[in-house]
């Protein structure tokens, strides 16, 4: 069955880290794309940082410094490594290939308490 399952999810005070993880059941390679999405309470989901390929990134303004994106693509999983978290980053979060989408996971729900 095709699926992504993020994980790695918390509640968590403001100024802390946590890191997202996303393993795709299909095979990646470094010519897949990873993107991760936010979808804040009574929000559309919003693209907030993409790896095209093993050798860029590219980040929303609203996480840039902030957040990483990384890959391992022998476990085919990506990894968001999100620091000084802030309330706003409150939010389900999930991730999807850029050039092939699967179905949608469940997500992993991050919450950040002031």
């Known amino acids: 069955q095709v699926q992504l399952v993020e994980s790695g999810g918390g509640v968590v005070q403001a100024g802390s880290s946590l890191r997202l993880s996303c393993t795709s059941s299909?095979?990646?390679?470094?010519?897949?794309?990873w993107a991760w999405y936010r979808q804040a309470p009574g929000s559309q989901r919003v693209l907030i940082a993409t790896?095209?390929?093993?050798?860029?990134?590219r980040y929303a303004d609203a996480v840039k410094g902030r957040f990483t994106i990384s890959r391992d693509n022998a476990l085919n999983t990506v990894y968001l490594q999100m620091n000084n978290l802030k309330p706003e980053d409150t939010g389900v979060y999930f991730c999807n290939l850029l050039y092939r989408p699967m179905p949608w996971g469940q997500g992993t729900q991050v919450t950040v308490s002031s």
């Open positions: 299909e095979r990646i390679d470094s010519r897949d794309g």
């Open positions: 790896s095209p390929n093993d050798e860029i990134t």
